[in-house]
Nanobody
Framework: QVQLVESGGGLVQAGGSLRLSCVAS????????MAWYRQAPGSQRELVAR?????????AESVKGRFTISSARDNVKNTVFLRMNSLKPEDTAVYYC?????????WGQGTQVTVSS
């Protein structure tokens, strides 16, 4: 099992930047990929960005060119970052980190991102 702890959310003005972090611990050797999802009020949770064990990435069309996902790993933890630039009010949501292992998926508790116009 993998434990996930997110941080870095907050309130920012439109056009600003934030960096989210997600620290994965536990059986990080089983992680195939990690991803950021987001869920706005009244909307379904949607994929924002994903990074695989090999470093391949993919992004939602709405964030391409503005958001960058990256990761850093050591023997005891795997940290995934989401750098968010040129933020828009429509980026406002709770952002969740997800780890996909060979056996299941684990979710973080979420971090709120609010972009004011």
């Amino acid at each position: 099992q993998v434990q996930l702890v997110e941080s870095g959310g907050g309130l920012v003005q439109a056009g600003g930047s934030l960096r989210l972090s997600c620290v994965a611990s536990g059986r990080i050797d089983l992680i195939e990929s990690m991803a950021w999802y987001r869920q706005a009020p009244g909307s379904q949770r949607e994929l924002v960005a994903r990074i695989t064990r090999s470093g391949s990435t993919n992004y939602a069309e709405s964030v391409k060119g503005r958001f960058t996902i990256s990761s850093a790993r050591d023997n005891v933890k795997n940290t995934v970052f989401l750098r968010m630039n040129s933020l828009k009010p429509e980026d406002t949501a709770v952002y969740y980190c997800k780890a996909t292992t060979y056996f299941n998926t684990d979710w973080g508790q979420g971090t709120q991102v609010t972009v004011s116009s």
